[in-house]
């Protein structure tokens, strides 16, 4: 006889980090934040091996990033990531949170279509947040779009140029860049002259800005 697993509803916060893991706060940036391993990264990591690439370096590779309680936490971020409860937990922690900005990966990035789907999901029953996606993982993007046209109007997906100094992605709506020697590319994030933080800028989630030019660090 084979009994049937039943989802129980996601109704504390202690249920939704068992199956999430806790989110992010950084200091930087409004709002909550998520991350897993830059090692998992499926384009990043091919990037971080090639000279003038915008993973060249990567950040979340070191500092912090190694230390055994974040390697442990992202860990077990990843493992939840195929639970199918994982949607469900994320829109009660983020709903439940009250910010009303999150930022997708501040390390790492999309594993799977399944991934953006679920990201979608959850933005779909959160139209009060404003969520901002990061990635270099335009084939993803581009499968998502030929299939349903377009994100949610409060999920904000900016496919990432590959090289310093490069132009943006084209074909996308919203995309980011990295300048170092060259000129900034539509909007200059302004953190590095106010102590490497967003402050009142929040380009990044902003619809309207096509394009978010990062200063090389």
């Not at 950040?59 to 639970?83: C, F, I, M």
Request: charged residues 20%.
């Amino acid at each position: 006889m084979t009994t049937l697993s039943i989802s129980m509803p996601i109704n504390s916060k202690a249920a939704a980090i068992k199956i999430t893991g806790s989110l992010g706060k950084p200091s930087k940036m409004p709002g909550l934040s998520y991350g897993i391993s830059a090692t998992l990264c499926k384009v990043g990591a091919k990037l971080a091996k090639i000279k003038g690439s915008t993973c060249e370096g990567c950040y979340a590779l070191k500092a912090n990033y190694s230390y055994p309680s974040v390697k442990v936490a992202h860990a077990k971020r990843v493992a939840g990531l195929t639970d199918p409860q994982w949607p469900e937990a994320m829109i009660y922690l983020i709903g439940k949170s009250g910010e009303s900005f999150f930022r997708w990966h501040d390390a790492g990035d999309l594993q799977s279509f399944q991934h953006l789907l679920n990201i979608v999901k959850i933005a779909e029953a959160l139209p009060n947040v404003s969520f901002w996606l990061p990635t270099r993982e335009k084939g993803l993007v581009n499968q998502y779009l030929r299939a349903f046209n377009a994100f949610p109007d409060n999920l904000v997906v900016r496919v990432s140029a590959a090289m310093v100094d490069a132009a943006a992605p084209k074909g996308f709506d919203h995309t980011s860049t990295v300048h170092n020697q060259g000129k900034a590319e539509g909007y200059s994030c302004p953190a590095q002259s106010q102590g490497n933080k967003c402050q009142d800028c929040r380009a990044c989630w902003d619809r309207n800005v096509s394009n978010v030019s990062y200063h090389q660090h």
